[in-house]
């Protein structure tokens, strides 16, 4: 009856499960996702409850709800497996799943059966009646979701298992999750200063906790080449190749570390072997394309008259790494950017601004990545098209972002840079005066922008832009 779908409602949306976490599928490639899960299972040697409970939601997703059901299945015999004394609390997401995919199957009796199993186990767990009940594991598991849904949510997964970190502070598991939400955290937001490091002692902790863990090794052996610490870095990596050398989700890191380190023939060995494991991982494929850039631009820095059929190998190459890596995974962004450099180096433009135009439409994209793209694509306008005023375009769009960064001040560079130029070979009309205007302006240099302003409205009298710019900057004085 429709009363009882309405209170059935009601308690779903109270269930601690992937369908009140706010997991947007327009966030993630559901097929790519899948797979890295499906990897995961496969290879991690952790309790795989979190995994198949993640892969019943992907599967709903995908509109396939029997493979839900049967991924939910999986779960309870591990469950079963590993927590034989512990079901009902180690069962709880499992359990929420359940209901909410027989709710979207129409089938509303078995969907209220879990709906309850979940209220009397609480009732047993707890000590107020309720479904919402806070269990330092399910904030783990909701910590790991995060993370896989990608960059949006790192904040919200760094969160979760601070929250559990709160009821078991020396949980290997949970600690290991928080070290590598803070690592992937700062990957994006440190960049421009180095020696800033939140996520050095999250990692330490998490593998003194975790001594079997080799790919959380990994990450502190990259956190502390970061730091220009290689060598106590690489004393991990070697550390851990030896306890697990064919495990890809170690492998991937340590060939990363000797990219990094300049040893690209070993990283591209190391790479080959994982790839022969994961074959589809787009993050693999990333970084051999890479391997690859990496000995094109050193054999074109080391040889006056580099070999041709070498250079066209290597562009080939990293470019058939690069573009599977975002075939496979459509909302990789730099991958996507990668490519279309590479395209542009070789000539292809057309694919060149194809690339670039997938990339403009990933809509995961945050402020620093977009203005990565306009710097990345304003130089394609005018070192491959030769076009000066697309480049201005692209470089002013990237200043106009307000996040500072890295970035944003590469694109200021450029863009006073070209201007001057264009201004002192005397191609500089009104509009060049005004965008230099700007961008003193933006940088805080009134008296220049004035002055800028000033010659952009003798050369073009009545513009109102330059006009209203003007009066407002007379005024801040």
Not at 165 to 192: K, S, V, W
């Amino acid at each position: 009856s429709a009363i009882s779908k309405n209170s059935l409602k009601s308690s779903l949306l109270q269930l601690e499960c992937h369908f009140t976490w706010s997991l947007l599928k327009q966030h993630v490639d559901l097929d790519e996702l899948e797979e890295t899960i499906g990897n995961q299972i496969e290879f991690l040697i952790k309790s795989n409850v979190t995994n198949y409970n993640l892969l019943s939601y992907v599967c709903h997703l995908k509109n396939s709800n029997e493979d839900a059901l049967r991924n939910l299945q999986k779960a309870e015999e591990e469950v079963k497996k590993n927590h034989p004394d512990d079901i009902a609390r180690r069962s709880l997401v499992t359990w929420g799943n359940y209901a909410w995919i027989y709710y979207h199957m129409g089938r509303y009796e078995e969907a209220q059966t879990y709906v309850s199993k979940v209220e009397n186990s609480c009732k047993v767990l707890s000590t107020t009646a309720q479904l919402k009940i806070q269990l330092p594991e399910i904030y783990a598991e909701q910590g790991w979701s995060f993370l896989k849904f990608g960059r949006i949510y790192y904040e919200r997964a760094k969160k979760s298992f601070e929250n559990a970190l709160e009821c078991e502070p020396n949980n290997p598991e949970f600690n290991t999750g928080y070290a590598i939400a803070m690592y992937r955290l700062e990957d994006y937001f440190h960049r421009q200063y180095e020696d800033e490091s939140l996520s050095l002692k999250p990692l330490k902790r998490a593998v003194e906790l975790n001594p079997k863990d080799t790919f959380i090794m990994a990450l502190l052996a990259l956190k502390l080449q970061d730091l220009k610490r290689a060598d106590e870095g690489e004393n991990y990596i070697e550390a851990a190749m030896k306890k697990t050398p064919d495990l890809p989700y170690l492998l991937r890191y340590a060939a990363k570390f000797y990219r990094r380190k300049g040893e690209v023939d070993k990283a591209l060995d190391i790479l080959k072997k994982a790839l022969a494991v994961t074959p589809k991982s787009s993050f693999l494929h990333h970084q051999i394309g890479l391997c690859h850039r990496a000995k094109l631009l050193t054999l074109k820095k080391t040889t006056r008259y580099p070999p041709q059929e070498e250079v066209e190998e290597l562009l080939r190459l990293s470019i058939f790494h690069f573009k599977t890596a975002t075939d496979q995974k459509t909302k990789f962004f730099s991958a996507h950017i990668d490519l279309a450099n590479m395209y542009a180096l070789g000539k292809r433009y057309e694919e060149a601004e194809e690339t670039f135009q997938k990339a403009f439409q990933i809509n995961i994209l945050f402020d620093d990545d977009k203005q990565q793209l306009y710097y990345n694509y304003g130089n394609f306008q005018r070192f491959h098209m030769k076009s000066e005023s697309e480049a201005i375009r692209a470089y002013v769009k990237g200043l106009k972002i307000e996040k500072e960064s890295y970035i944003k001040n590469s694109c200021r560079d450029a863009l006073e840079k070209l201007l001057e130029q264009r201004i002192q070979r005397g191609l500089g009309g009104a509009i060049d005066f005004g965008t230099l205007g700007l961008v003193h302006n933006l940088n805080g240099k009134k008296h220049e922008a004035i002055e800028c302003y000033e010659k952009a409205l003798a050369l073009y009298p009545d513009n109102e832009e330059y006009l209203s710019a003007l009066c407002e900057l007379r005024l801040s004085i």
